[in-house]
């Protein structure tokens, strides 16, 4: 799934650690999501978007065409 996880962390001056410590994950989780090799449950897209205060769909494009 395309993701704008990557440009959202490094907009806020974040390091991948440090966003995984505070949505409570590892950060080889969140290096996978941003590499587009893994999909987070739904339960972490939402704690994602409520971190970076925006919509899941302003994070995720899950592409359904």
């Known amino acids: ?22 949505v409570d994950v590892t950060r080889q989780t ?5 590499r587009e090799r893994y999909d987070p449950s739904l339960e972490l897209a939402f704690k994602l978007a409520a971190f970076f205060e925006c919509h899941i769909e302003d994070l995720f494009d899950p592409d359904l065409e």
């Open 30 to 34: 969140i290096n996978a999501i941003e």
């Open 1 to 22: 799934m395309k993701n704008q996880l990557t440009e959202r962390r490094e907009a806020a001056d974040m390091s991948q650690g440090g966003l995984a410590d505070a």
